[in-house]
């Protein structure tokens, strides 16, 4: 069984000592494709045997997902370590449709706890939270902590990481990111941001992702393959106004200690751009330009890994 570290606990999770231990039966985590109760009790069909579906049938992210919100949290994610260590053993090809499910489950504690301790937020924010797989964007080890909300680092330079779900929401709101809006993000990292955004901004929208670091761009690109609107950019950020175009909001993921006048410079009228400024401890900033004018709002401490420019 995977053992789940003791710091792992979502925020503000609640989990009952006392609650009933109920351990998923070994038909549950092999057969996703039924409904728990019948699951229980359904003889264990071999992987040779076992159904093959292009897509869930209703009944399984219906009822599955009901019965996934009623399990304490704690099991939930027991549930989700289990299926990681499996995967990590090589003993599950690819990325199990009932990965996504359990890790869907974990989630909803997350998205309970950020806005329990952060909100209010837009709906659909919160939505982007519980929908998009996170776990498909950190690193095969991490995928047991994938629902927590804390930053993963995405390789070992200490340089790039996986935002810790909050961040993203927070730097959403202060842009009021909305369906139809065009949006640059300077940092790609994993591209789990991107597809956050694009969630967001839905088929009319569109995101435009850029990073520095071709290794994390590549994967980035390969992991967003199936987004229509989203492009993944390789490039120093400090000069990528030239592909900003007609984007109207800009986010920034990495820390930088001002703001180049390049980026000023490009922003339109109506244009918001949000970004964590500061060195060793930073203020998530944003600014607009309103008639022609600069404003400037301060929303906050954060906590973001460092300007990789060169420049
Ligand atoms: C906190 S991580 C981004 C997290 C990302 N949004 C995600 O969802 O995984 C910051 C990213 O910014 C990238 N970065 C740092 N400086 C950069 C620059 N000047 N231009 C472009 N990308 C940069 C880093 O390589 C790293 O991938």
Redesign the pocket.
């Known amino acids: 069984m995977g053992g789940r570290p003791p710091s792992k606990q979502t925020r503000g999770q609640t989990t009952s000592p006392g609650a009933a231990r109920r351990r998923p039966v070994d038909n549950e985590r092999t057969a996703p494709y039924v409904h728990l109760d019948a699951a229980a009790n359904a003889p264990r069909a071999s992987p040779a045997e076992g159904p093959t579906v292009a897509s869930p049938p209703v009944h399984f992210t219906v009822a599955f997902r009901r019965e996934m919100a009623r399990l304490p949290a704690a099991q939930r994610q027991e549930w989700l370590s289990q299926i990681a260590s499996t995967m990590a053993r090589g003993e599950h090809d690819g990325q199990p449709l009932e990965l996504g499910e359990v890790a869907r489950g974990c989630r909803l504690s997350l998205v309970e706890a950020v806005a329990k301790q952060l909100g209010p937020f837009d709906e659909r924010h919160l939505s982007a939270l519980l929908e998009v797989p996170r776990e498909r964007?950190v690193r095969p080890q991490d995928v047991a902590l994938s629902a927590d909300d804390t930053?993963l680092p995405?390789d070992t330079t200490g340089?790039?990481?996986?935002?810790a779900p909050h961040a993203?929401v927070l730097s959403f709101r202060v842009l009021r990111l909305a369906p139809g809006d065009s949006l640059v993000?300077?940092?790609?990292?994993?591209?789990?941001?991107?597809a956050l955004a694009a969630w967001i901004v839905g088929p009319k929208g569109h995101v435009l992702t850029?990073?520095?670091?071709p290794l994390?761009a590549r994967w980035a690109r390969d992991t967003l393959r199936s987004e229509p609107n989203v492009l993944v950019v390789d490039?120093?950020?400090?000069s990528?106004t030239p592909f900003w175009r007609d984007a109207k909001k800009i986010v920034v993921?990495?820390a930088i200690e001002s703001l180049p006048s390049a980026w000023l410079e490009a922003l339109p009228d109506g244009g918001k751009l949000v970004a964590p400024v500061g060195k060793a401890e930073q203020r998530l900033v944003l600014i607009e330009r309103r008639r022609g004018v600069l404003v400037e709002t301060d929303h906050g401490a954060v906590r973001?890994?460092?300007?990789?420019?060169t420049r």
Do not use: M, Q
Request: no cysteine.
């Open positions: 964007f930053p995405l340089l790039a990481t996986i935002s993203y993000e300077l940092g790609t990292g994993s591209g789990y941001g991107a850029i990073e520095i670091d994390l490039g120093d950020a400090e990528s993921t990495f973001y890994v460092k300007n990789r420019s």
